[in-house]
């Protein structure tokens, strides 16, 4: 008798055990997941720390200075054009290019990224991409909020053409979706999906809006100051081609791994030794 309680407390002190350590499992996965809202958080905030001292070291400038920074006109058919002078042009240049990092390359890279990691398992390598798109996407914010900034303090913002009737309902969309992305729910609740289908839909509607007024900015900039935009309009073309071909590529990657057709690792047709063998089999069962 005294062995037999010894073994059911033996087993009572395993099976304890095992529900302290499922316990402390629970609570130690509870506790990684408020450190990740934490940083999450935090970086957030910082974002919106940026931004605000950005926007006090940029130049008060009014918008109207444009109008005073024109120094001569162009003859008598061209006598609409103003000419810039080259501190507005220098402005001009660094805004296209602040913009163009963000909306033409971070952003598109950012999605590309987080698009790779629904095709991996380890879950190490999936946190590495969420937070280098969670940066790249921070970064294209930024730089964006800097032209925004840029472009109010100025420039002349009448919003009569349609690239900055673009640009300003850009600037007020991407920071809604850093919010979504900041209130992301965990995976297995009710409104995942729903969330998850918006931060795409939404993200994907500003990267291509982001496209599209880039070159509304071009051509802006080439009746602006008369200057051809051709060559950065080829590049910028060629740079969205190339992230739409990786997009497309590792969509497929793995079925074309399937096909054999990666590197030249095509399997081997069988061919005359499978017909000899056949061959064979058919001389031996013939009577």
Known sequence: MDTLYLFIFKDTIIVNLGV????????KITLNRKKMQRRMKKLVFLTIATSIVVL???PSVGSS????????THT???????????ELSFEITVHGFLL?????????????????????????????IFYFHFILQILSVLLATAGAIMSIRNFENSFSNNHQRIGLALYGVIWLQVLIGFFRPQRGTKGRSVWYFA??????GISMLGIINIYTGLQAYQKKTLRSTRLWTLLFTAEIFFIAFLYLLQDKWKYMQ??????????????????????NQKEMTVP
């Open 20 to 27: 302290w350590n499922s316990r402390s499992g629970m609570q």
């Open 100 to 128: 163009w990092a963000s909306m033409g390359f971070l952003m598109p890279v950012g999605i590309l990224i987080i698009r790779m990691s629904n095709r991996m398992e380890c879950g190490r390598r999936i946190k590495v």
């Open 199 to 204: 931060h795409w839909a939404l993200g994907t």
């Open 65 to 72: 200075s444009e109008e005073e920074k024109t120094v001569s």
């Open 56 to 58: 006090a070291l940029l």
């Open 76 to 86: 008598r058919k061209t006598k609409n054009i103003q000419k810039l002078s080259p």
């Open 258 to 279: 399937k096909q054999g057709v990666i590197l030249g690792n095509e399997p081997d047709m069988p061919t005359d030794p499978v017909i000899s063998t056949r061959s």
